[in-house]
């Protein structure tokens, strides 16, 4: 199944609001067994989705860019950490390094990433649903509900579980 931002979006959007409840609840009841739920639910999504039939996340947002995954990036690429950084970065409002543009410019056409080995721990770890913690990445993850389909089955499961 091939996915398009605009559906993806709206279908976040059609639910945000249960999904903004569920949230709250979490945060409120701090249910003990939520990182097995979650890995549980994020597990199955994965055996659904494809990224590759998605790209979404590469598409639309940016990854924070550390200063690991920057000296990685700049040695891959011959050029100093500097030159990197002028080229494909600025710092946000949060003072965290994010690229200049959307698409990333390390997109390739049929949505493979061309630094995927040395990629930044951002994108390795995305999109953070079977984390330790997960508690944690709520909200980050209630915002991922909009940019993700895999983030919004792992949402549909814990409505499941917790509603």
């Known amino acids: 199944m ?17 999904n903004k ?13 939520l990182d097995e739920v979650t890995e549980k639910l994020h597990n199955e999504a994965f055996e659904q989705i494809d990224c590759m039939s998605c790209g979404n996340c590469c598409k639309t ?9 920057i000296d990685r990036l700049s040695k891959h690429f011959k050029m100093k950490p500097g030159t990197f950084v002028e080229k494909y970065l600025h ?19 049929d949505n493979s990433c061309s630094v995927y080995d040395i990629r930044p721990l951002a994108c390795q770890t995305y999109p953070h649903t079977n984390r330790k913690k997960f508690f ?16 919004q089955k792992v949402f549909e499961g814990l409505k ?4």
């Open 2 to 18: 091939q996915y398009q931002t605009e559906e993806i979006f709206l279908q976040g959007k059609k639910v945000e609001k249960e």
């Open 136 to 151: 944690q990445l709520l909200r980050l993850s209630f915002n991922n509900t909009l940019i993700c389909p895999a983030v």
């Open 61 to 69: 947002t940016s990854p924070i860019f550390y200063q690991k995954d």
């Open 91 to 109: 710092i946000d409002s949060d003072q965290d390094y994010v690229l200049n543009t959307a698409p990333c410019a390390f997109l390739n056409p």
């Open 160 to 163: 499941k579980s917790y509603v």
């Open 21 to 33: 409840q569920l949230v709250e609840k979490l945060i409120r009841k701090k249910p003990k067994d």
